[in-house]
């Protein structure tokens, strides 16, 4: 498919834990299947990303120095999720922050001393943890009875838990206010994410379902993290 689209071909490399130089002989291998010529896009995926892991930082910096040299890579992106999953004593009207650290081990890379330092991009997994992507999908229709509603800032990840369904208009807008009185919400002009929390807390929109709360939170997390990373270029 690569060759049809005259595509390069993605090669993710998964990074959980410590690097190990073996990897790199795997990925050599992959490489030489490929025809002469054929560009290559690099995807280093550190999977979970929270404060248990200092150092991140520094055994992706280990694994990019092994890998860049195996090819004239199209792209090399870094990938790292850092939203957590919600506590064990989560519970509705009691807002839950963490801190950053996929995004903290992204500020390190990017001061590093490495040549190559201007080639990395930027990737995570949006507000749900990493570990979702590997989770079977329920079968069926429905869900849980609950939902969460998730907001990016400079520092924190905020989670508000809310029950599913319209009877429950009024814990839906607390929740919602939770977030839009935080000191560093965005204004509603921020993004589609930003409006529809505001205006729910005002009760200006329906109280949503799991979709539209998957929707508002990977709305504002992209556009303030794409906002972000423009700032950091100039």
């Not at 890379?109 to 329920?138: K, S």
């Not at 939902?147 to 929740?175: C, E, M, W």
């Amino acid at each position: 498919m690569a060759r049809r689209r005259e595509d390069g071909l993605g090669v993710r490399v998964r990074l959980p834990g410590d690097w190990s130089d073996r990897t790199a002989s795997g990925v050599g291998g992959l490489l030489d299947r490929l025809p002469a010529g054929h560009s290559a896009d690099l995807l280093l995926d550190l999977g979970t990303v929270l404060p248990d892991r200092p150092d991140a930082a520094k055994e992706a910096l280990r694994a990019v120095d092994a890998l860049m040299p195996l090819t004239s890579w199209r792209t090399v992106a870094v990938v790292a999720g850092g939203f957590p999953d919600p506590p064990a004593d989560f519970r509705e009207g009691v807002p839950h922050e963490e801190p950053r650290p996929d995004w903290e081990t992204w500020q390190e890379l990017r001061h590093a001393e490495r040549p190559y330092l201007p080639r990395l991009r930027y990737g995570d997994y949006g507000v749900h943890p990493a570990t979702y992507a590997a989770r079977t999908p329920p079968s069926g229709r429905g869900g849980p009875s609950w939902g969460i509603f998730r907001y990016t800032t400079a520092r924190s990840y905020h989670l508000a838990k809310v029950p599913l369904g319209r009877q429950y208009d009024d814990a839906n807008r607390h929740a919602a206010r939770s977030l839009t009185d935080l000191a560093d919400f965005r204004a509603p002009q921020a993004s589609a994410g930003e409006r529809w929390l505001h205006d729910r807390s005002r009760g200006a929109t329906s109280t949503g379902n799991h979709s539209v709360w998957n929707r508002v939170g990977n709305v504002q997390h992209m556009t303030f993290t794409v906002n972000s990373l423009r700032e950091q270029e100039c």
